[in-house]
């Protein structure tokens, strides 16, 4: 059960981790903890066949720990992100618990948790952990006497106004939801602005009869790519929760790295954060533009944290999490981002002629190496002492910077080498103005990582 206890939320299998006895728990240990700062807490939830279950488990919990509920039913992350700032009928939460599996498999689900505008990640859910083990034998009956709000009309309204200059905007746009939550308001927000758009998969199945909701996957992209050939000029691709964006021109799937230039070509002189696996060309773009570029660690609830902490403009992972605080809160909105990128083409961008302007470097994606789940962080320890030594196999280092793993700079490119906080696995990433160059790094890496390995 201890494994449910992520990084950055929790997360297991329905039913068999993620069943009433230990769900109902959680929720009256959250419960507790919202209580110190208010005493209302929004639940969302995503379109997983057993989402509503959780939801009732959920709610039974922080009903005992003296929470009332406020219901926000079916939505986005970003909407049940939004209630923190929202006020419904003269209640404002003060937390909120969005119910979600994101990109995962659809056995899988999950709690992304928010208390005082804050995410409740790390170290704070290692200590509820502790709790949870100490507290197995608790009984919570069921209680699901919840205020349904709603949520998805207040942020629908709030972006329509917001992007109302948009309206009409004759760009052809095609979006694919994936069938996760993406399409509850999406199409109302393209519907009020008069859009010109073609939506694939935007009805809510939990079962993703069409492809997995993971815009990462370039095979969960082929639909969207087929109508970009047959006339459309733009589309977009969310994964399950919409908290993450695939923009896909004719010419470029745009990561998010790159959309963090896009996006502070339009600022003044912006702090934008990136994480370790950014491209080197965004942090030399944006300090090319008088910006600041601060290299973070990757996850989302880090990025959040250190946006407030920087009062940053923006943040960015390569996987498609965007993170505006420019006329924005501060979290990762794909739906936000859609309109802002939209905003971008109204203005006169043309995305592919921007960047074709990009120094043209050579990247690998997130190439991930097996490993054990208890000896990760461990592995990690003895990469970094090896390297400490360079090995003669190595080419010529410049730098290590070591936030996050450890990325090394060479005199033509980088490399990452860093223990995923949620899965087996080491995350390895290369990038190199040249071809040559970017195999030799990957090459001496690889032998590195198996030297880790063979010592420990």
Request: charged letters at 30%; aromatic letters at 10%; hydrophobic letters at 35%.
């Amino acid at each position: 059960m201890t494994n449910i206890f992520r990084e950055y939320d929790i997360r297991g299998i329905f039913e068999k981790e993620l069943n009433e006895k230990s769900v109902k728990l959680i929720g009256y240990l959250l419960g507790l903890e919202v209580k110190k700062k208010g005493e209302y807490v929004v639940i969302g939830y995503d379109a997983r066949t057993h989402s509503p279950t959780l939801r009732d488990y959920l709610a039974s919990g922080f009903i005992k720990a003296g929470v009332k509920v406020l219901d926000a039913g079916m939505v986005p992350t970003p909407v049940c992100y939004f209630c923190n700032y929202a006020e419904f009928g003269g209640i404002t939460p003060v937390a909120s618990v969005m119910i979600t599996g994101s990109h995962n498999p659809k056995e899988y689900n999950g709690f992304k948790i928010t208390i005082d505008k804050k995410p409740f990640f790390g170290n704070d859910i290692y200590v509820l952990r502790d709790k949870f083990l100490q507290m197995q034998d608790m009984v919570i009956e069921d209680n699901t006497t919840c205020i349904k709000i709603p949520a998805k009309k207040k942020y629908i309204d709030y972006m329509v106004k917001e992007f109302s200059f948009l309206k009409e905007l004759k760009t052809k746009i095609v979006l694919d939801g994936g069938n996760g939550v993406a399409g509850v308001v999406i199409k109302d927000i393209f519907d009020d602005l008069r859009l010109d758009y073609k939506g694939l998969y935007l009805e809510p199945d939990g079962n993703f009869p069409n492809h997995h909701p993971d815009p990462t996957i370039e095979e969960n992209l082929k639909d969207i790519k087929e109508e970009l050939k047959k006339g459309y000029d733009i589309g977009f691709a969310y994964d399950g929760d919409a908290d993450r964006i695939a923009v896909l021109t004719k010419k470029y799937n745009i990561k998010g790295d790159i959309l963090a230039i896009l996006f502070a070509k339009e600022m003044n002189k912006p702090t934008v954060i990136g994480e370790v696996k950014c491209s080197q060309v965004m942090y030399d773009e944006i300090r090319k533009m008088g910006g600041k570029a601060v290299m973070y660690k990757t996850g989302h609830s880090n990025l959040k944290v250190k946006i407030k902490e920087l009062h940053a403009d923006l943040a960015a992972e390569v996987s498609g999490h965007i993170f505006f605080a420019d006329r924005y809160f501060g979290y990762d909105d794909a739906l936000y981002a859609t309109l802002r990128v939209l905003e971008l083409i109204q203005k006169g961008f043309d995305l592919d002629v921007q960047i074709d302007k990009l120094p043209k470097t050579y990247s690998t994606e997130e190439i991930k190496v097996p490993v054990s789940e208890d000896k990760k962080f461990e592995l990690m320890k003895w990469i970094k002492e090896i390297l400490s030594h360079r090995p003669s196999y190595l080419p010529k280092v410049k730098k290590v910077i070591d936030i996050d793993g450890v990325r090394i700079n060479f005199e033509n490119g980088w490399a990452l080498v860093r223990a995923s906080n949620t899965t087996p696995v080491l995350v390895t990433r290369y990038e190199a103005t040249d071809e040559e160059s970017l195999n030799r790094y990957q090459e001496s890496i690889q032998r590195l990582i198996k030297e880790a390995q063979e010592t420990l």
